[in-house]
């Protein structure tokens, strides 16, 4: 038979005290005695009590749900709206951190699988985090009509907090590292341009090719995935007239399609040409023939900072912040060094 589960009244009862001073003394509030708090503590665990979450939260005014969303990448015109890469490894490790974080604050994350906006399910959380948000995000707007406290991974172009990475001083970074065995002729390979690390990247890789005196060479594959960034990588190493011999990707997918397209055309990585990733994974050095360098942007620890950032506002912290998370650079064989 199925025993029954302890109650705060049982705690009550056992500590000889009423109901709402045992409620007290576990949430850490009223004006308790600090013997008595003690004693209600000490007979919780006694009797292995363990709060409600949903009782506590409904009282609160709560759901005790957080959401999260990332932004679909951009489609052209007369093309449908786009799912988001759920393929891409690092929004997975930032969904990671961002439940483990939530269930230590008390809260069960969800993912939101579309983008379209929907009143009644914002409705049913308690607060949204968007990864990679777009300029007018609509989201994000559906998230500010309906009073729901928001914070996104990247920065946002409402006046709402954000974590992100300093992508600029790691682009840089990466540069310097490609350039320090031998004068590098880095091309940029990218999908998309909306997202503001991407015009981080674009940006500090235009300013070190005017500091080199190194025209910039921009590729853009048709989509983020490897089978879409193959046939543009390819067509652009296999070039008569090529002019680069180094690949830096804003994606790890980028990336693996660069190695692929490398080896097919009998390219030696590095010594014919180097590759970096902009953003690292698993893959990239254990699924290729040859480990790519590549920035970690530890998205586990945005999802952490996120979830803090979104429970603060939720707990009626109303100042606006912004946390940046470092990015380290794990050399692999698929550049020289020193």
């Known amino acids: 038979m199925k025993s029954r589960r302890t109650t705060i009244k049982d705690v009550a009862r056992e500590a000889g005290v009423s109901v709402a001073t045992a409620s007290e003394a576990l949430n850490g509030k009223g004006r308790v005695a600090p013997a008595t708090r003690q004693n209600v503590i000490d007979t919780a665990a006694s009797l292995g009590y363990t709060a409600n979450r949903i009782a506590k939260n409904l009282n609160a005014g709560r759901t005790g749900s957080l959401v999260l969303a990332v932004s679909p990448r951009p489609s052209e015109p007369g093309e449908p709206g786009l799912e988001p890469e759920w393929d891409v490894e690092y929004y997975f490790r ?6 483990l974080q939530a269930f230590k604050q008390g809260y069960l994350l969800s993912i939101l699988p579309s983008h379209e906006s929907s009143r009644t399910f914002l409705s049913s959380a308690d607060g949204l985090i968007v990864v990679d948000p777009a300029d007018d995000d609509p989201l994000i707007e559906e998230a500010v009509r309906a009073g729901l406290p928001c914070v996104t991974i990247g920065r946002n172009s409402d006046d ?6 300093d992508f600029a001083t790691g682009t840089t970074a990466a540069l310097a590292h490609l350039d320090a065995a031998r004068p590098a002729r880095t091309a940029l390979f990218l999908s998309e341009t909306s997202s503001s690390y991407v015009r981080d990247e674009v940006s500090a890789y235009l300013d070190w090719c005017g500091h080199s005196g190194f025209e910039p060479i921009i590729i853009r594959s048709p989509g983020p995935r490897v089978d879409e960034a193959e046939p543009t990588i390819q067509a652009a190493l296999a070039a008569p007239d090529r002019r680069f011999d180094s690949v830096m ?20 990585i590095p010594g014919d040409l180097q590759v970096l990733s902009l953003s690292d994974s698993r893959y990239l050095d254990y699924g290729l023939q040859t480990p790519i ?11 952490e900072v996120a979830v803090g950032l979104l429970v603060d506002s939720i707990d009626g912290h109303a100042e606006r912040r912004r946390e ?6 794990n050399v692999r064989e698929s550049t020289l060094s020193d």
Not at 94 to 99: D, E, H, P, S
Not at 160 to 165: A, C, G, H, K, Q
Not at 293 to 303: E, K, R, V
């Open 160 to 165: 709402l907090s954000w974590v992100d990475n």
């Open 324 to 329: 940046l998370v470092s990015i380290s650079l």
């Open 94 to 99: 930032v969904l990671n951190g961002a439940n």
């Open 249 to 268: 990707t804003t994606l790890d997918t980028l990336a693996h399609a660069t190695e692929r397209s490398a080896l097919l055309l009998g390219l030696d």
């Open 293 to 303: 360098t590549a920035l970690d942007l530890h998205p586990m620890q945005l999802g």
